[in-house]
């Protein structure tokens, strides 16, 4: 019997202590924001979210990241050469 004190002081802290855990309305920019389908839109970040914890958002940033990086792969060691001064 000397437990049941501890168990509904328990249940009641629990009790009040539960709307301070519940998230809050207004916590996150990003609710209201569409998500992006291509890397411009990715880019406005005022109309569009690029909050990467979106699946969808995460495969476009790295589908971007990667066009981005290819142009400067392919380009041929002469033109390499010619951007970086001549030699």
Known sequence: MKIRP????????????????????GAHDDDDKDIPKTCEQLANTEHYTNDV????VRKLKEQCDAAKQKPAATQSPAAQRSS????
Do not use: Q, R, T
């Open 84 to 87: 970086k001064g001549g030699d």
């Open 6 to 25: 501890f168990l509904i002081a328990a249940v009641v802290s629990a009790s009040l202590a539960s709307p301070l855990v519940m998230a809050h309305p």
């Open 53 to 56: 914890a979106y699946p969808e």
